[in-house]
């Protein structure tokens, strides 16, 4: 396996480097091989060097089998010095355009023992995002910028190609997950067109797949219903915008960015697919030995279960949930003490 390594900024390259410490060793414990080759892109590197991801850093990229990321964007310096949005849009989103990894799942679970500000312990959702069109594709444009006049378009393209990809994958998750249900998730009511044609591509796919039940909520009772009853849904599939959303109020009730894993999929393989941690770069506590590296060790999880490394994938993901029904290995975002390092090895430990 050829795995393309990109910590990226601040605690980005600490849990990246605890999860190649647990990469290791389920290697050992399984017997796979697999090559790194690392790449340094980020904020940090572009106040270096000006170079947010040149193309031919993107072509190596995704001839790997995986690409196992940290954390880019936020930086203490500032905009003055980093144009808003660049290291996002030139580093995140041109990989998810151009690689094709059109499909962003989410696992949203709650482990036992972990803390979550809600009643229900019932969380147990996987949410696919469409990845590579909506409101995020950079089509609009402005008009007397800077001026009492000034208007502004952000132009939300949706494609009956993109649209129905994004809602069989998720048909095929259920499928192959034996999950029971998936709702869509839009707003039909007010946005009568792009997600008209949403509704109408699940209409008709949902008849491919008889066995799995289908539901639908427009987006703002989806928020309501995640927090009131989280157990409604199964498999959530949505919009690019809509599902960058709600996946972190999934991530907050399923105890923090700490603990939501994530990946870009290019489910046809002839591109990488990405694996991170949905937390930024948080420079508040970089350096400091904090961060909760859970995140990136269930993103390793997943990219093995991609890479048919599925013992291996099992075992990172039981390791853990053991650990963290033990209160001792919490960190901090958690109310616990345990460091980025000893809660490593308490899961290490475990495989």
């Excluded at 904020?43 to 940290?70: N, Q, R, W």
């Excluded at 094709?100 to 696919?128: A, E, F, H, W």
């Excluded at 994938?313 to 901090?332: F, G």
């Amino acid at each position: 396996m050829k795995i393309a390594v990109m910590p990226g900024d601040y605690v980005g390259k600490e849990v990246v480097a605890e999860g190649l410490k647990l990469l290791a060793a389920a290697a050992s414990k399984f017997g796979f091989r697999y090559d790194t080759t690392h790449y340094p892109f980020g904020a940090e590197h572009y106040l270096e060097t000006k170079v947010t991801l040149p193309d031919s850093a993107l072509k190596e990229l995704g001839a790997h089998d995986a690409i196992l990321f940290g954390a880019v964007g936020a930086d203490p310096r500032g905009n003055a010095l980093i144009p808003q949005g660049l290291i996002e849009t030139d580093i995140l989103l041109k990989m998810r355009f151009e690689l094709d990894q059109y499909i962003n799942l989410r696992p949203t679970r709650l482990m036992p023992g972990v803390p979550t500000p809600i009643k229900s312990s019932q969380i147990d959702m996987v949410i696919v995002r469409e990845n590579t069109e909506g409101l995020y594709c950079q089509n609009g444009g402005f008009l007397y910028k800077g001026t009492a006049n000034e208007v502004a378009n952000q132009i939300e393209v949706t494609t009956r190609h993109g649209v129905e990809r994004a809602i069989r994958y998720a048909f095929e998750y259920a499928k192959q997950f034996g999950r029971k249900k998936v709702t869509l998730v839009a707003k039909t009511n007010v946005l009568r067109y792009a997600h008209n044609l949403w509704m109408r591509a699940f209409e008709e796919i949902k008849a491919d797949y008889a066995g799995i039940e289908t539901g639908y909520d427009h987006v703002d009772a989806c928020t309501m219903y995640m927090i009131t009853q989280p157990q409604r849904y199964d498999v959530i599939v949505t919009t690019n915008m809509f599902g960058d959303i709600i996946t972190d109020l999934g991530a907050a009730i399923q105890g923090g960015m700490g603990m939501a894993a994530s990946g870009n999929i290019n489910p046809s393989r002839q591109a990488a697919s990405m694996f991170e941690p949905v937390h930024g770069s948080a420079p508040d506590i970089a350096g400091k030995n904090f961060a909760n590296p859970i995140a990136t060790f269930l993103s390793i999880s997943m990219m093995l279960d991609f890479l048919k490394q599925s013992d291996a994938a099992r075992a990172i993901d039981a390791a853990c949930r053991a650990v963290m029904a033990e209160p001792e290995n919490h960190t901090r975002d958690l109310g616990g003490t345990a460091t980025t390092t000893q809660l490593t090895d308490a899961v290490i430990a475990r495989i």
